[in-house]
């Protein structure tokens, strides 16, 4: 792992501070690990947003500072660009465990094309393509970037959605093994509201009850190569395009439960990562997946288009 000089981010805060914060969080809500994926057959109406919550997959928090208590026995397949998809497993792998210390990036590491990921007071708009064709676009505006916090309100408050539902919020925290950006963000249906990466969820991989299978899946996510996503906040507008593309399967999920901070050991070494984030959703079940409707996920780079 290629060490970083120690600075702050444009937010105030180094991955350091952050894996702090949200070792924090970790002791109470590592339980609520990737909140934001409600299939449509779990509606809830906002009045029973608390009992809602607790029973979602849960949201992100970083766990630099946890120990491994469970370690993967299996790796993702990985869809990269330049690949054909691959109907063969991965070989079975144990991704290597994170330094002592922490990477932390450069200033304004969380600052991309002018965009601030780590400004909790300044709302986004994103938008993406709907079809693979191009012809319609998601539009989706006044999203609030909530950032790892210290006390976990920031996590908390992602999972209850039924508090703030008809709001869009983004759980924005460190990936400490590449000291870039993660933004998670919520796919599915809540109270038959579709949430903000559901119709991207939908283009990759079909309906929740009937999803299109691995081979088509894997399809895709190669497809996804230079797919556009375009973020504005304070007026500025900055285009980024995808670079590689993965599906964590069930069992990998599970491994990375309590060590989501280290994301991007699943991905290729980002060809500029001053200019990369990544984004984390969730995906359906495939047949021989645990019986729930998102125990995987998928995992975005995304990067500055020049």
């Not at 990998?252 to 959703?281: C, H, K, Q, V, W």
Request: glycine share 8%; aromatic share 6%; net charge negative.
């Amino acid at each position: 792992m290629k060490a970083m000089k120690t600075n702050r981010g444009s937010g105030g805060r180094s991955p350091r501070t952050w894996g702090r914060a949200i070792a924090c969080v970790c002791s109470g809500l590592v339980a609520a690990w990737l909140a934001g994926c409600l299939p449509a057959a779990d509606l809830a109406t906002a009045g029973g947003a608390a009992t809602a919550a607790t029973e979602t997959p849960p949201a992100v928090a970083t766990a630099a500072a946890m120990p491994t208590t469970r370690p993967p026995t299996v790796r993702p397949t990985i869809v990269r660009p330049t690949q054909a998809p691959t109907r063969a497993p991965s070989p079975t792998a144990t991704p290597a465990p994170l330094a002592v210390e922490t990477p932390s990036p450069a200033p304004d590491a969380y600052s991309l094309g002018g965009i601030n990921l780590a400004d909790g007071t300044a709302p986004l708009t994103m938008r993406y393509p709907r079809t693979w064709d191009g012809g319609d676009e998601v539009v989706v505006e006044g999203i609030d970037l909530l950032v790892s916090d210290g006390d976990g309100s920031s996590l908390a408050y992602f999972g209850n959605i039924g508090a703030w539902l008809g709001d869009h919020k983004i759980f924005v925290y460190p990936d400490t093994a590449s000291g870039r950006p993660v933004l998670s963000i919520h796919d599915g249906t809540y109270a038959g509201v579709v949430l903000e990466a559901e119709p991207l969820r939908q283009l990759i991989e079909g309906s929740f009850r009937n999803p299109y299978a691995l081979e088509t899946i894997h399809e895709n996510l190669a497809r996804l190569a230079g797919l556009r996503i375009v973020l504005e906040q304070r007026g500025v507008v900055a285009e980024f395009e995808v670079v590689e593309a993965v599906r964590m399967d069930a069992d990998t999920t599970l491994a990375y439960r309590e060590r989501p901070g280290e994301l991007s050991t699943l991905l290729a070494p980002l060809p500029r990562p001053d200019d990369s984030f990544l984004i984390l959703i969730c995906s359906t079940r495939q047949p021989n997946e645990p019986e729930e409707i998102f125990p995987a996920r998928f995992v975005l780079a995304v990067q500055l288009v020049r």
